[in-house]
Nanobody, 124 residues
């Protein structure tokens, strides 16, 4: 497992932006999936954005497509999520995840390494 630490969450107004960052304390294999998930209390964890094969492929859920951008900075060893035009329904705890084998990138079962999460709250 790869230790992960998220940062960048906070409270914003509708339409504003936030950038989340996930710092990897050890090298994560970029050829495998890395992703951002979100979850609200009592609800299933939802995959919102993923990156795969050294950044050659990205995947987004329909709810965030065209508003969120996932990227990997290999020099800083971080996984970032730029979130624009935030909406109240984006309010959730956001988690980064890294896979150590092949899998479906937006599926929770693909991942064994998870961060502790960072809260994003969007006020209407």
């Amino acid at each position: 497992q790869v230790p992960l630490v998220e940062s960048g969450g906070g409270s914003v107004q509708t339409g504003e932006s936030l950038r989340l960052s996930c710092t990897l304390s050890t090298y994560a294999r970029s050829k495998y999936c890395m992703a951002w998930f979100r979850q609200n209390p009592g609800k299933k964890r939802e995959g919102v954005a993923a990156i795969y094969d050294n950044g050659r492929h990205t995947f987004y859920s329909n709810s965030v497509r065209d508003r969120f951008t996932i990227s990997r900075d290999n020099t800083k060893n971080t996984l970032d999520l730029q979130m624009n035009n935030l909406q109240p329904e984006d309010t959730a705890m956001y988690f980064c995840a890294a896979a150590d084998s092949e899998g479906v990138c937006l599926a929770e079962h693909t991942y064994r390494s998870w961060g502790q999460g960072t809260q994003v709250t969007v006020a209407s």
